[in-house]
């Protein structure tokens, strides 16, 4: 009894000993795939960060370069205006003093008319008085100087501003050209203000009959004050993201510009008596002053109590006391890693569950065989393999009708895009973001220009928007662009809804997918054009192209065309002998030999059996037809050469007729020719080639040596 006993225990110790492995085998693969995915996890996290780290760097690069555009481009706008100005009050001078020498030059002496001249021009001023005229001659002496008469009679050639520039110098290199004309920038005194400089541009231009030098001039600083408005509102209007803005700060510390502290504009940040904005504005300041850079620092955040950290971008602008700053919060950042973390983290968690599931399954199938060596554990787990029986028929089931739904709502409905009036989007549906990869909070309140893929120009656009108008509804293809990047079709159709009093309420978009119709119209066309045996162009292709290249030569004298008949001799008896795989094979392999011979702006095509029509396109002059006759032999040499198929040699040769267009041939007329051509070929014996032209009545065979190389 004890052994009957024992016996009948050992099953369910082998079963239990089993189950214990498995369960630690289990166990240990658990483990090793936990902390393998936690690996792999923190290093795509970490990636993640570095990737969204450059996006951010190069955003505010990007962000502080168009800035530095438009301002680089209002400075540009000023001084061509102040160029004019000054081109144009130096012309109106040398009009009066040219005017004034053409008539008294002959009464009066030189010096008296070198004094009327000089003082004709002393009390003119112009540019709110700022502006006036002086001369001086090739020498450098100054003949005119209404602000400083003293000085006249005297050199100017050791005048120098304070970047050592030599004035007089500049004003002689000006108009050292074929002009006798141009323009000189230096630095010199502003009215009222003899201890600064400021820039200066100034037109001089050469007075024939004295070989003096007439020039006037204007301060830059006027114009820069009347630009400052513009470029600090153009500032103050920049904004990207949730938290990003441009400030425009001066060397000294002074807040020049900002979208963000308006209110705190003209406060020296390095005077505040808060020691965190004086450090960060330093830490600025000395960044532009080693020539600008990335930097980050605690600064206050509109609506955030205490200090957030800040990534700016900070260049100095050159030849300004300016510098440009562009800025993001890192909480931002934060929240969009924040976001993209929590979806990694989901693909890791399904990642997990899917080996739980695979391991599960190892598990039951282990399980499982031991069960086998044990036929009586079959009665005491009967119920138990009811049991799972019964719940997957029903987890089955269920999949059966989840698989069935999922199917129904993605064949059933379609991406739903409602506008307002002013064409703003106010509601999509489930689909939309399926479709094009944006959630409904990425795209509320913008136009559904966030799709559009640069395919269409304006006036599709326009003629798409007037046929809504009028016709209340517009339907067609049209090019969109997912979150991604990736441009698909799409069918759209878009309907006005209006109030009763007809004015526009909504506009409702609904669109699908349609990239597997466009890849099965491309499919078709593939199809239509081409043999599908042996890849070559089919007969609608010849004919199409035949027309076409007819046309063009008619028409514009173009290159000369040949049309190739060419028929493989013999084929029907290679064919019953081997087989019509053999042949098949035989076919793809003439294919391929005529594409090794011809030039890509040469075409193949095969429109039946064993025929093959070969466009060819020469130079009409010099040779003319002539320069086919090498062409006709590589052809032949190539296609006589033996053919190896499963351990089956087969010798092959061609019969060829060629005709060449003449003006005025129709496709018609030119394939007759060729098949004459080709008929005449056959009767001289096969394996040959011959013209229909007269010109090249000899019959063209291959060559001796080559024909013989395997």
Known sequence: MNKIKDSTRLPTQLLWGATFIIILLLATQTVYFYFNTQSRYQHQLGLLR???IEEQHSRLESELADARYMIDQMFAEASELLERQTSSQTQQALTLMNTLYQRYHQQLSEAEMKAMLIESLRDIRFFDGRGYFFIDDMDGTLLLLPTDPQQEGTSAMGYRDDNR????????????????????????YAPGNDTV??????????????????????YF??????????????????????????????????????????????????????????????????????????LSYDWYQAGKEGPSLRLSMVEPIRNRSWILVAGIYHDEMNEL??????????????????????????????????????????????????????????????????????????????????????????????????????????????????????????????????????????????????????????????????????????????????????????????????????GLANRRTLMDCLNHDLAAQNRYQALGIALFFIDLDHFKAINDCYGHDIGDSLLIEVARRLNSCLRESDLPCRVGGDEFILIVKFETGGEGAQQLLPLCRRLLNELIKPLRLTSIDIDISCSMGIAVSEQGDDAYSLMKNADQALYRAKR????????????????????PVEAETP
């Not at 007089?168 to 000189?184: E, H």
């Not at 400030?247 to 005077?271: C, F, I, Q, V, W």
Request: some cysteine; proline content about 3%; charged content about 25%.
């Open 50 to 52: 570095e990737k969204m």
């Open 165 to 188: 520039h030599a004035i007089m110098q500049g004003l002689i290199q000006a108009v050292s050209n074929p002009q006798r004309a141009g323009f000189s920038h230096y630095r010199w």
């Open 197 to 218: 400089m400021r820039d200066k541009v100034a037109h001089v231009r050469v007075f024939e009959p004295y070989n003096w030098i007439v020039g006037t001039g204007d």
């Open 221 to 294: 600083y006027r114009f820069e004050n009347e630009l400052k408005p513009q470029i600090y509102n153009f500032i103050r209007n920049i904004h990207f993201g949730r938290t990003g803005y441009i400030a425009l700060l001066h060397r000294d510390g002074r807040l020049l510009a900002s979208g963000a502290t308006p209110d705190r504009e003209g406060l020296n940040y390095l005077k505040d008596p808060d020691p965190l904005i004086r450090q960060g504005a330093l830490q600025v300041i000395e960044t532009a002053r080693e020539g600008g850079g990335l």
């Open 337 to 534: 890693f924040s976001s993209q973390e929590r979806e990694l983290n989901n693909e890791i968690q399904k990642d997990r569950l899917h080996q739980m599931v695979a391991l599960s399954i190892i598990g039951l199938l282990a399980l499982l065989i031991t069960w086998t060596y044990s036929r009586w554990l079959k009665t005491r787990f009967k119920h138990y393999e009811d049991d799972i029986t019964r719940q997957n028929n029903e987890l089955q089931e269920v999949a059966d009708s989840l698989k069935l739904n999922a199917l129904i709502v993605e064949s059933a409905y379609e991406g739903v895009i409602v506008c307002d009036a002013d064409n703003r989007i106010v509601q999509v549906n489930a689909a939309f973001t399926r479709i094009t990869g944006y959630r409904s909070d990425e795209v509320l309140g913008k136009t559904p220009a966030v799709l559009s893929s640069g395919r269409h120009d304006e006036s599709f656009y326009r003629e798409m928007w007037h046929h809504l108008n009028t016709e209340g509804v517009w339907r067609g293809e049209v090019w969109s662009k997912r979150k991604d990047g990736v441009v698909y079709p799409e069918w759209l159709s878009i309907t006005e809804n209006k109030y009763s009093n007809g004015e526009v309420q909504n506009y409702i978009a609904t669109f699908y997918d349609i990239t597997h119709l466009k890849d099965l119209e491309n499919r078709l066309r593939y199809l239509a054009e081409t043999d599908p045996l042996t």
């Open 684 to 703: 001289e014996g096969r394996g040959c080639a011959c013209f229909h032209d007269e010109a090249l009545s000899a019959t063209v065979y291959p060559s």
